[in-house]
């Protein structure tokens, strides 16, 4: 009988164990390891595996593969159980965001017959309750796959094919790539909101400001309430890309800042380009860039002679508005 393991119970891991057994591999148990017994309780009802455990034993000693989705903090702990606990060949991979860290604790760790495959699904849903794992969260997202020193080649093709089986695109690219995108894209993110947070709570008039607290503050500043312990690691983890996208950052506000006080055109623009580009995100256009130069209409020069070119660009372009693209701002 062959085993997979899958490491801590959270939605992305039972969405994993779903998709698993629905694939009905044959003579293969799905096996979870938690040692938080209400979890544990809650997704015996889901019906997402066919074992869980606490017993590090039973998950650890037959699996041919095996994966880890636990915070940062408990990850090399997991690596060092899988070590001393694993007996046959097997393949070990994580949903961790830090791969050049997770990486070097394989290559320090992981004994020879282990092969780890830097891996992770880039999950579309942020499901907050096990309960909302589904048996689709895999289908149609990008899969992450990298290679170390510790990457066999045939390990990597039984994980591209596995990846492929739960309806997921494999992403290939290496490990520097990997962490300087997830610096930008997901440890950013909570910076941004805790600098928020701790700018305007920092304030002599925070007594009178929280009363405020509408719609766009809270939406902003909901990332500050991630785990502060696990946002500590993560930023430690990834800290030199994830330096050079604050820097980034600081760039951009003082850009905006200078804008302002200037009261140039300039900002307008800053934010017309922030509209469209999260529009050709939610569309799916990001790949998508129009070509050519911008040669103004017959109608824009005619209407130059009277208004000026700012205007007429706002009327001319309103003139046109069901023809322009969704994510386009009339300019």
């Known amino acids: 009988m062959n085993q997979i393991s899958i490491i801590g119970l959270t939605p992305a891991s039972v969405s994993l164990g779903l998709s698993l057994k629905k694939l009905h591999i044959k003579n293969t148990d799905i096996i979870a390891f938690s040692t938080d017994t209400q979890k544990s309780k809650t997704v015996r009802n889901m019906q997402a595996f066919d074992l869980i455990t606490d017993n590090t034993e039973k998950a650890f000693q037959n699996a041919q593969l095996i994966f880890i989705d636990q915070p940062l903090s408990d990850l090399k702990e997991s690596f060092e159980s899988i070590a001393n606990l694993t007996l046959g060949d097997s393949i070990v991979t994580d949903f961790s965001s830090s791969k050049k860290l997770t990486s070097k604790w394989a290559k320090d760790i992981l004994p020879g017959h282990i092969s780890y495959v830097p891996a992770r699904p880039l999950l579309k849903k942020n499901n907050p309750d096990l309960q909302d794992a589904t048996i689709d969260d895999f289908q149609g997202i990008k899969y992450c796959v990298m290679e170390s ?76 309430n991630n785990d502060p312990l696990d946002n500590e690691i993560g930023c430690i983890s990834i800290s030199e890309p994830l330096i050079y996208w604050i820097d980034q950052m600081i760039t951009s506000l003082y850009s905006i800042r200078n804008n302002i006080d200037s009261e140039t055109d300039n900002l307008l623009e800053y934010f017309i380009h922030g509209w469209e580009q999260r529009g050709r995100l939610d569309a799916g256009l990001v790949n998508n860039h129009p070509s050519g130069p911008d040669i103004p209409s017959s109608a824009q020069s005619i209407a130059s002679t009277f208004f000026g070119d700012k205007i007429a660009k706002r009327m001319s372009s309103e003139g046109h508005i069901r023809n322009r693209k969704t994510w386009q701002y009339p300019r």
């Open 149 to 224: 020193a510790e990457t066999s080649n045939e390990s990597l093709q039984i994980m591209i094919k596995l990846i492929e089986s739960l309806g997921a695109i494999p992403y290939f690219l290496d490990l520097n790539e990997h962490d300087s995108y997830s610096a930008a894209m997901e440890y950013l993110p909570p910076l941004v909101a805790t600098a928020l947070m701790n700018t305007t709570s920092k304030s002599d008039a925070w007594k009178e400001m929280n009363k405020f607290n509408s719609y766009n503050f809270d939406t902003q500043t909901a990332l500050s």
